[in-house]
């Protein structure tokens, strides 16, 4: 009996997912365990595995297509068996990407050139192309009637619109003018679509107000020399205050919490969400019980998230389920920040970069090591001594690195 494989909803979130590679074609054999695609969520990409046994007899949506959870995008059965009487009984609905439109800078045409281009046009719907090669052509500014199509009943695919070159490609590969205006427009992915949609939430639902304090890092710097030459082991300041802003969490259960209409919960586990800034924008891998792990585990499970992440191969268990989120820019040069709270945590700690400047130190002035952090806060469950309080007791363990160790 056919097996109907619906669009699966891979994390929390997820309302539609967009099918990035078919690893089988219709009529090979697929085999229980095999990967069968690979689907791009509102978070990831991840390998999509069968659980049957049996011959691919259909599939409902092309490469670079998008659909909505739970329709169908694939049958699998035996070979030869009768699925008429299952697609006609589908009414998923199965939508694609709107198609960026290409801007292009005012040009004199004659009227038989512009004759020929709306005849061209209005004939690209009779054209056999598959979804992904149109859009790629629509960004290239491709003319699909030009293009010899290499897949079945020639059809136009993706390999045909990279390799294709116009007729007079000589005169568009000469040096051209440079002109005053320039502008381009990219298709909003599906995770791009699924952070605006949650940090609009958040920014619009949540009261968010900021707590700012600046702190000595000098003794954080020689902490994290020493710490490397004994150990052996490279950690990153990201990694100490990782584990400095755990252990202040799990003195702090107030802000370690999440806000419902009814109640609030307060967490005596932190589950520590470390920012991540990937291609397509940002993504929230999870440190589980980061309170209770050493600086070398954190260092191992946040340095495997972030180039995992970059190549989004994160499973939906490693992203979710995060009670506070940390998000360091500092590497890029920022000194202070201000984040929009990931919710449902009721916190953001925003980290600026460790800056040289003049400090004051027993009524002398002298260089030192000073460093900026910003807690965002959901007013509605973190009142501003709560977030002083933190800040408070994260202050006095990165200024005194070797507490952490205690």
């Not at 998008?66 to 697609?87: C, N, Q, R, Y």
């Amino acid at each position: 009996m056919a097996e109907v494989i619906n669009m699966p909803r891979l994390s929390d979130t997820m309302e539609e997912g967009t099918l990035a590679k078919w690893f089988k074609k219709v009529g090979d054999t697929v085999k229980e365990g095999e990967i069968l695609a690979e689907i791009e969520t509102d978070k990831a990409t991840m390998e999509f595995e069968s659980f049957h046994d049996g011959v691919l007899l259909h599939i409902g949506i092309d490469e670079g297509s998008t659909a909505p959870v739970d329709s169908v995008i694939a049958i699998i059965g035996s070979k030869g068996e009768d699925i008429s009487s299952i697609l006609k009984n589908d009414n998923s609905v199965v939508k694609e990407e709107p198609k960026p439109i290409a801007k292009e800078e005012p040009k004199p045409v004659v009227a038989e050139q512009q004759k020929q281009v709306s005849t061209t046009n209005e004939s690209n719907d009779r054209v056999l192309i598959s979804p992904l090669a149109r859009k790629l052509a629509d960004e290239k500014g491709v003319d699909i009637s030009s293009v010899k199509g290499s897949g079945d009943n020639g059809r136009i695919i993706k390999r045909d619109i990279d390799s294709f070159k116009p007729s007079n490609y000589s005169q568009f590969s000469q040096p051209r003018p440079q002109l005053s205006e320039s502008s381009y427009e990219t298709q909003n992915s599906t995770m791009r679509k699924a952070i605006a949609k949650r940090l609009a939430d958040s920014k619009f639902s949540a009261p968010h107000y900021y707590l700012n304090v600046e702190l000595e890092m000098d003794n954080m710097i020689s902490f994290r020399k020493q710490f490397i030459q004994t150990q052996n082991i490279k950690i990153s300041f990201n990694d100490i205050i990782a584990k400095a802003v755990s252990l202040s969490l799990a003195k702090h259960p107030k802000v370690n919490s999440r806000w419902y209409d009814d109640k609030i919960i307060f967490n005596e586990h932190v589950h520590l969400g470390v920012a991540v800034a990937v291609e397509d924008g940002l993504i929230v891998p999870v440190v589980k019980y980061a309170n209770s792990k050493d600086l070398p585990q954190i260092n191992t499970e946040i340095k495997d998230f972030a180039g995992r992440a970059k190549d989004k191969k994160l499973t939906p268990a490693e992203i979710e389920g995060s009670t506070f989120t940390i998000s360091n820019l500092g590497m890029f040069g920022i000194e202070s920040f201000t984040s929009i709270i990931n919710q449902p945590n009721s916190a953001i700690l925003s980290i600026g970069a460790i800056v040289q400047k003049p400090i004051i130190k027993n009524n002398e002035i002298m260089i030192g090591n000073t460093m900026k952090l910003t807690l965002a806060c959901d007013h509605r469950t973190v009142d501003g001594a709560t977030g002083s309080l933190f800040l408070k007791t994260l202050k006095e363990y990165i200024e005194n690195p070797v507490s952490i160790l205690i």
